[in-house]
């Protein structure tokens, strides 16, 4: 599996601790944490921290965004199947079995689990430097204990599932909205055949450090070269952070997006993303979409 970091501390170690937890055997998976931070000092730390045994293998690339650094990863994975984790994911014990299964027997499908927010946490900056716990409102804390028992605790730190999520879900389990499965393709807990991943030519990084959906792009691309997409009952916890500027950012990353497969259609996916367009508003306004984007390599 991928797991892209910059700058994180305690929500990294609770990421990697849930791993120590998977009921997979080591063996038969490994880490890869690309940290993309210009400054190493926070992985440093944490893998100092970090739990025994666990097959990680450490790349950097140094502040060049997301997707670079989730290629960088890919490149470097050795497993037919990759497994694109981000390091505010806790995975459930038995996340990266339902993974492994969802793909037997299948070429094309990129697969999604479903991630549920804990938004205790929401406003809890990362601490600097690492400390065991995570506290966040009302005193409600994670740590590695927690972890170990997350079903038990869950309850109390505020499950939700966020836009990305509730949108998963709909356009899975309705008909009429198939054409937008693409929008599955959420950064984290989603995983994808390496030949899939390669014939598309990865993640898109000419968007830099921009953020606002390169995962999302990705599943745009994917869709049009003809691939599916699945949902998993396996479930993972997020660990949000509170972003500023949401409402700007993911327009103008979809400006750009719409731009460069030039399809001013595709603009209306960050109108959508920032809360100002409904699904089926969405839906009607990329019609035939598909038609329009090129199942291309992305440009690196």
Known sequence: MVVPTRDRTTRLLLTLTALAHQTMDRERFEVILVD????????????SAAPEGLPIRLTATGGRGAACARNSGARLARGDVLLFLDD??????????????????TDAA?????????????????PQPLQAALIGARG????????????????LLGPRLSFIERTARKVTRSPDYAPLRWLTCIGTSTSIRRTVFERVGGFDEHYGELWGG??????????????????????????????????DLLPKFWRRVADRHGDPRLGDVGVFLAGRLSL????????????????GTAVS
């Not at 869709?223 to 952070?241: C, I, K, Q, R, V």
């Not at 009607?284 to 598909?290: E, G, S, W």
Request: charged share 20%; with cysteine.
């Open 36 to 47: 993309d931070a210009p400054d190493r000092s926070a992985v440093e730390q944490v893998l």
């Open 88 to 105: 505010d994911t806790l995975a459930t014990p038995g996340l990266l079995e339902a993974h492994a299964a969802a793909h037997q027997g």
């Open 110 to 126: 990129v697969v999604h689990g479903g991630i549920t927010d804990l938004s205790a946490f929401a406003l809890t900056p990362d």
């Open 140 to 155: 409600r804390m994670i740590e590695a204990g927690t972890v170990a028992d997350l079903g038990s605790c869950v309850p």
């Open 214 to 247: 390169e995962d999302l792009e990705l599943g745009l691309r994917l869709s049009a070269s003809g691939t599916t997409f699945e949902l998993l009952d396996a479930t993972a916890y997020h660990l949000p952070t509170a972003r500023r500027a949401t409402g």
């Open 280 to 295: 089926d508003e969405l839906a009607a306004r990329l019609v035939r979409v598909d038609d329009a984007v090129a199942p």
